[in-house]
């Protein structure tokens, strides 16, 4: 059988993974599989990382706002001060393809912020490796800090887990 | 820039969702990038991309945790962590693995913690959620069960793979 994307309802699939845990790949994946996973950079021809540009703008926008960065997450608290709910339900609003989607390891921090404005059928594809091998493969990046550590990984999965948990109405 | 899957580091996926979270496709598009994802070894192909041989193991974990602790529904994380399917478990693995393998078996989102220990390497865990007002609604299309049922199961599953992720990213 054939699983193919052909139903009535619009859906909506949201990557959340720290970098490094293979969200790329599986934006790419949902890309050739007709999800429009929106506006990606280029770099030699090829999608940057998978990466919508419109997300990742309002992503560093939020972030910004909150006081802190991709590398130096802010508190949560301060995240969900944030006013942006016009502008992210206008980026949201914009989206007119039946399956869409986005990839930024930023909405890892970021997600309940779109949540609320997200009303059709919504996926979220959550992504975790191994921490060790995370750390590791940031060290061998010589633009990251190395030391880069568990401390700062924790806090993005414990977003994504906060944001599954509310979002699955545990 | 490309993305590469194929470089020098073997690696295991494990897909892991409630039924009716695009976990189907999110198998069926992995196996299309050439990861083996088991699901045509021994049994032909599954209909959900699922490896047939680790559904068997899954259901008879299950189904042993359930007599442990005597009940028809699904049995608590502790009964499940209870039954002893170490050699089991171990054999389904070293029978499966690869250099750029996986699986996904609905069931492996209340087993899994059986399962990882035994798994080493550069492991990726891909978790799907499903906003409940469709998934329920789709539960209650297709499935003979109450609301409440639906909604038990919905929960369970994902409850358990909270828990998974917790210990898998020692949290």
Redesign the interface.
């Known amino acids: 059988?054939?699983?193919k994307?052909n139903s009535k309802?619009n859906k909506i699939?949201v990557i959340l993974g720290a970098p490094h845990?293979?969200s790329?790949?599986?934006a790419?994946?949902?890309s050739?599989?007709g999800v429009d996973m929106g506006r990606f950079g280029y770099?030699?021809g090829?999608?940057?990382?998978?990466e919508d540009i419109d997300f990742k703008d309002m992503n560093k926008k939020i972030l910004s706002e909150a006081g802190g960065n991709l590398r130096y997450p802010p508190k949560k608290e301060d995240i969900d001060k944030v006013e942006l709910d016009e502008e992210i339900k206008k980026l949201i609003d914009k989206k007119e393809s039946k399956f869409w989607g986005w990839k930024d390891p930023r909405t890892t921090l970021t997600i309940e912020k779109y949540l609320p404005h997200l009303e059709e059928?919504?996926?979220?594809?959550?992504?975790?490796?191994?921490?060790k091998?995370i750390i590791d493969s940031y060290r061998g990046k010589s633009g990251f800090r190395r030391d880069f550590t568990?401390e700062v990984?924790?806090k993005y999965?414990?977003s994504i887990?906060e944001a599954?948990?509310k979002?699955?109405?545990? | 820039?490309?993305?590469k899957?194929h470089d020098k580091h073997p690696k295991t996926?494990v897909i892991l969702g409630a039924p009716g979270?695009?976990t189907?496709?999110?198998s069926?598009?992995?196996e299309?990038?050439g990861i083996d994802m088991g699901n045509t070894k021994g049994y032909g192909r599954t209909?959900?991309?699922e490896n047939k041989e680790f559904e068997d193991l899954n259901k008879e974990i299950i189904e042993a945790a359930k007599k442990l602790e005597g009940t028809k529904d699904l049995p608590s994380e502790e009964s499940i962590m209870a039954v002893d399917f170490e050699d089991k478990i171990k054999k389904i693995i070293k029978k499966h693995k690869g250099e750029f393998w996986g699986w996904k078996d609905p069931k492996n989102s209340l087993t899994l913690k059986k399962f990882l220990p035994h798994l080493e390497g550069?492991?990726?865990?891909?978790?799907?959620?499903?906003?409940?007002y469709?998934l329920l609604h789709m539960y209650n299309w297709y499935r003979n069960r109450t609301r409440k049922e639906n909604r038990g199961i919905?929960?369970t599953n994902?409850?358990s793979i909270?828990s998974i992720?917790?210990e898998?990213?020692?949290?």
């Open positions: 059988m054939g699983i994307m309802d699939y845990t293979a790329s790949f599986i790419k994946l949902l050739e599989n770099v030699s090829d999608p940057y990382y998978y059928d919504v996926y979220l594809v959550c992504l975790f490796r191994k921490p091998r568990k990984l924790d999965n414990s887990l599954v948990r979002f699955c109405e545990l | 820039m490309t993305i899957i996926y979270t695009a189907s496709l999110i069926k598009a992995l299309e990038q209909k959900f991309y550069d492991v990726y865990l891909i978790c799907c959620f499903r906003k409940p469709h919905m929960n994902n409850r909270i992720i917790k898998f990213c020692k949290l």
